[in-house]
Every structure is written in C-alpha cells, then in structure tokens.
C-alpha cells in the first residue's frame, strides 16, 4: 500500500531538483542534489529515505536516484508552478532575475491550481488583447515608479491610444461597441 504523497515545501524541492538533474544527466546523484538545493550532503539522505517511502523516487544508498513515474508527475507539477510564477514575476512585475527565482520557489508551493489557472489567463490575455501588450505593460511599470500613478491626464492619453489601436484592427460593429456607439 502506498503512503502518502502530501509532501512539505523541503521534499518538494528535492523532487524539482532530481527531475532537473534527470533532464541534464539522467540520474542523480545525492551530491548532485545536495549541491543544487544548497544543503549538507549528510541531509539529503533522510529525505531521499522519505521519498522511496512515498514511492516517488528510486533509491537505494549509494546509488543514484531516479524518479518514479508518480515522483515525475509531481515534479513536472512543481516545476511548471514555478516556470509560470517565474514568469509572471520577471516579465509583468519585472522583478529582478535572482528576486524572481528565489521568490518563484517560495510561492510554487502554496499556489492553488484555480489561481495559477487565472494567472495563465491572465498572461493570455495580455498578450492577445489588442487593449493590453508590451506597451500596456510598459504603463504599468511606469505608474509603479511614478509618485503620482493615477494621473487623469495620462490615462486620458493612454485611453485615446487604446480607441486609435482597436480602430485599426476590429471590424466597424466591433468598434463600435467597444466605443460604446
């Protein structure tokens, strides 16, 4: 009978790192994973023990260490919460690389999947909507650095440049109901 998988934030985090070592070199080994999550060598070992008994890894001592089917899919899980807040992060809120990652890794495990859903939709919709893209984005950073990020007069700007850009690219009904007309 199987135990378990409700894993912690830390056996999460060895399951990232085996997959990461898997796709570059196919195993891993415990000094591989020691070196990639930053932890004593010796400490790797009582979590390997947990994931073999969980079922989610390959492990034998002094062997090297592969996941198991199920081990993959959470890994693969995992991984993409990452990816995606990464992403979110860097390329919307452009926070710094290093922010990024280390704040990507801490949010990957309390993400629900409806919000991280949302998230995607939300990437989608920003960059396919003829009301948002790069230059939407750009606004955003600006009024984040601005002292006055509500300012009437851009918005006024901002409006008039969003009604010219849908006019070159919807139909005349289309147009017009986004122009409320």
Known sequence: MKKSTELSESLEDYLEAILSLEKTKKVARAKDIADK??????????????????????????SFIT??????????????????????????????????????????H??????????????????????TGADWI????????SPDPINPKRCKKCIDDCKKRILKIGSKDIQKKILGQ
């Open 110 to 131: 309390a993400v629900d999947k409806k919000t991280l859903e949302r998230m995607i939709c939300f990437f989608n919709f920003i960059y396919s909507c003829p009301k």
């Open 138 to 145: 750009q606004a955003f950073l600006n009024s984040c650095s």
């Open 67 to 108: 996941l198991t089917r199920q081990g993959t899919e959470i890994a693969e899980e995992i991984t993409y919460r990452h990816a995606i807040l990464k992403n979110f992060l860097l390329n919307i809120l452009q926070i710094d690389e290093e922010t990024a990652e280390h704040t990507a890794c801490r949010m990957e």
């Open 37 to 62: 999550i930053g932890v004593q060598r010796g400490s790797v070992t009582s979590a390997l023990k947990t994931l073999a008994e969980k079922e989610l890894i390959n492990y034998e001592p002094y």
